[in-house]
Each structure stands twice: as structure tokens, then as C-alpha cells.
């Protein structure tokens, strides 16, 4: 396991959307006074000391107009497959770390890149250089799996974000297994608060740019605790630029929830490759009937397996768990 556990969630769920820091465990940990008079108080020290972090497996690249932060493990040439890992918001592909190193050990190459707007990844300014739309991100994905080679049918895995799940929808061809982790599947879904505050006026603009946003998300969504040095992973796309949390701001506003929802339960009635739902049953945004529903629109080509112990994000609790329910489903 990767995390503490969350011995005060109870306290942080009841804090207010305007409270920045002191809301969740590990930001607290991370307070500190400028050790040098040129650093700019907490954000210059963190900044100087999580520059470099975060970065595993990982390297910059350009494709077309944009530059993509995207990290590999394994060979070109194994002889299992490719793993395509997409991360949801407001994460990155850091959390998947642990996991690639293990799927790597067994034979797959595997590949996880950070959305555009998310992680390392270049965050364009909305409207004028990039809609941060359904289509426009299907588009990009499509352009950074030709540069890094991937050859179809591939494996695509641990589907956090919905706009993974129509793009198989409309490449089902270059999919040859899926596997999806904890995320809203059918119209039934709740939306994460995060999402519901992000979407009004102003406190959507407020919040968009709390630096420690996505480990507080994460941190709600488990039964764990980041530990510090996880966090400020998280958080250092936040820190270095308003860039990431407006490009989330954008995305949350593009999408209709409803409607794509829909589009997902309908899609995958008609589905035909084996596909794994392995769900965290500890998730305290979504419950595991979600995963329950999803499996009776298709019984024939979904199952599911409950991980008991494992929140929003499984992958960061428990990887090794993730990697127990891949391994015998592939």
C-alpha cells in the first residue's frame, strides 16, 4: 500500500469549499517558513524542493502543437501487449507508478500519459488554442498513441475518465481487453462534489485554483492519507501555474454529466470485448452498485471484481491489489 490511513476524514468531509490547506492531512504536512530569503514563503519552498518529483518513467514530448508528458515502462517488443493507462481528473498518470512497474515485470509495455491540462502535460488556454471538449481530447489521444507506436488491438486500462470510455466506444476495432477502475459508469452516478462546486459561477473560478485540489480529492475519495511526498506530486502542477486548474475548470464545464453517462450506458450493451471492472469498495464518491449496473447491461463480456480496502483511486491505495485482478484477467 501506498497511503495512510484516513483517520480524520469525518473532519475534512465537513470543511468548507474555502478552506485551502488545513482540510486534509497531508497538505498540513507540508507547511513550512522560507529556509532562504529569496524563496517566496510556502509556495517558493515547496516549489524549490518538488520541482523534480514526480517525473518516473517518464519524458516530454511534442506532438503537433503540443507538448505531452508521457511515461513508459517495458519494451516495444514484448511479447504480452500494450497497456494504455488514462488517468481522470483532477489526477495525473503518477498514480499509476506502481502499477506499470509491476505489469512491466510480467511482460507488457505500458504507456500513461498525462491529459492535456493535467499532470506535466502542457495546459493550452481554453478556446483559443484548445476546447478541452470530448472530441478535441479524442483527437489529441489519437495523435500521441501514432507517435509512441502503439500498435492495435491493444489492452486499454484503468479507465478513470469517462472520455477514455467513448473513445473505445468509437475505436472498439484498436481494443483488444478493458479494464476499468472506480468511475461513473451509468446515469445513476453521483457527481463528485468537486465537479458540482466547479461548475458555478466564481466559487468554480475560486476553487480551480486551490493548489492542493487534487490530493484533497483524492484524500476524500479513500480511506487513506497521501503520505507528504505523494502529495506533492499532486499538487505541483497547481503551484507552478493557473494553467491546470483552469483547463479543469473548462473541461468540467464542457461536458454534460447526463448525457454522457448515457452515451456509456448505451454504448455498452452492445459492447463485444472482455472487459474487467475492478472496483474499490472503499470509494466514498461512488458506490459499488455502479459497478454492479454496468455488469447487467453486458453480462456476457463485463465482470466485475470488488477490492475490499480500496477507495476512489485503487491504483494509489492498493496497486498491488490492481495488479492481482489485471493479472488473472489478462
Not at 500513461?112 to 493550452?124: E, I, V
Request: hydrophobic share 40%; with cysteine; charged share 20%.
Amino acid at each position: 500500500m501506498d497511503a495512510e490511513p484516513n483517520c480524520d476524514s469525518d473532519e475534512r468531509l465537513r470543511s468548507g469549499p474555502f478552506s485551502f490547506v488545513t482540510d486534509n492531512a497531508s497538505s498540513r504536512g507540508s507547511l513550512q517558513m522560507p529556509n532562504e530569503p529569496w524563496q517566496d514563503g510556502n509556495v517558493g519552498v515547496m516549489m524549490s524542493q518538488i520541482k523534480d518529483k514526480g517525473r518516473d518513467f517518464g519524458s516530454f514530448m511534442d506532438v503537433g502543437e503540443f507538448s505531452w508528458f508521457v511515461r513508459e515502462t517495458g519494451s516495444k517488443s514484448a511479447k504480452k501487449g500494450t497497456i494504455v493507462f488514462l488517468h481522470g481528473a483532477p489526477s495525473q498518470s503518477y498514480s499509476y507508478r506502481n502499477v506499470m512497474t509491476q505489469m512491466a515485470d510480467a511482460g507488457y509495455r505500458c504507456i500513461a500519459p498525462d491529459w492535456l491540462g493535467f499532470g506535466l502535460s502542457q495546459a493550452p488556454q481554453p478556446v483559443f488554442r484548445f476546447s478541452y471538449t470530448e472530441e478535441a481530447y479524442h483527437e489529441e489521444l489519437n495523435k500521441v498513441l501514432a507517435q509512441v507506436e502503439v500498435e492495435s488491438p491493444f489492452i486499454l486500462g484503468f479507465l478513470v475518465g469517462s472520455f477514455g470510455l467513448t473513445w473505445a466506444l468509437k475505436n472498439t476495432e484498436r481494443v483488444s481487453k478493458l479494464v476499468i477502475l472506480n468511475t461513473p459508469l451509468t446515469p445513476s452516478a453521483p457527481l463528485p462534489g468537486l465537479f458540482n462546486q466547479l461548475r458555478l459561477p466564481f466559487l468554480g473560478e475560486f476553487i480551480s485554483q486551490d493548489a492542493m485540489m487534487a490530493e484533497k480529492f483524492i484524500e476524500k475519495g479513500s480511506a487513506y492519507v497521501l503520505k507528504v511526498e505523494k502529495a506533492d506530486v499532486y499538487r505541483l502542477p497547481y503551484l507552478g501555474s493557473s494553467g491546470p486548474g483552469f483547463a479543469l475548470l473548462e473541461a468540467a464545464r464542457k461536458v454534460s454529466f447526463p448525457s454522457l453517462m448515457s452515451t456509456i450506458s448505451a454504448g455498452f450493451k452492445s459492447w463485444s470485448k472482455p472487459t474487467l471492472v475492478a472496483w474499490g469498495q472503499e470509494d466514498k464518491y461512488l458506490p459499488k452498485t455502479q459497478a454492479m449496473e454496468f455488469e447487467k447491461l453486458n453480462p456476457d463480456v463485463i465482470r466485475t471484481v470488488l477490492m475490499e480496502g480500496a477507495g476512489h483511486m485503487p491504483q494509489e491505495d492498493w496497486p498491488e491489489k490492481v495488479v492481482e485482478a489485471l493479472a488473472a484477467f489478462l
